[in-house]
């Protein structure tokens, strides 16, 4: 088990103003952010970073989505990181996510769902690594 997560705020919810809102409910749980990055992937990126979904049906509609705006990228630290943050962003679909979650706050769809958590700590890594260099982070 690790003690580190990674995450993005989707462009759904950077263009929505809800930046602050969501770094507000991390920070509130306890997650302490090890780095950050304000960016924007092009179509390719986002490609390479969802190459695990390319045989599924949504993959070219999520690429897409993923690139048509900034997005927010952080690694996060805490306890049990990848469990406690998938339990604070909810389910995927927000119309199933309980109370007080962050894509239960501030998803719009299943699709446009605010943020992405990583699944496992072997995700975390290779998703932290994907957006953070060894020198942007401790």
Known sequence: MS??????????????????NIL????AAGFKII????T???????GKFYEVHKERPFYDELCDFMSSGPIVAAILEKDNAV???RKLIGATNPANAEEGTIRKKYAA??????????D????AVIEGNFFFSMMERP
């Open 3 to 20: 003690n580190r997560t990674f995450t993005m705020i989707k462009p759904d919810a950077v263009k929505a103003g809800n930046i602050g």
């Open 24 to 27: 507000q409910m991390i920070n």
């Open 35 to 38: 780095a950050m990055k304000y």
């Open 40 to 46: 924007q992937m092009n179509n390719t990126l986002a």
């Open 83 to 85: 469990a406690d943050f």
């Open 109 to 118: 769809s299943m699709g446009e769902n605010a943020v992405h958590g990583s």
């Open 120 to 123: 496992s700590d072997e995700n």
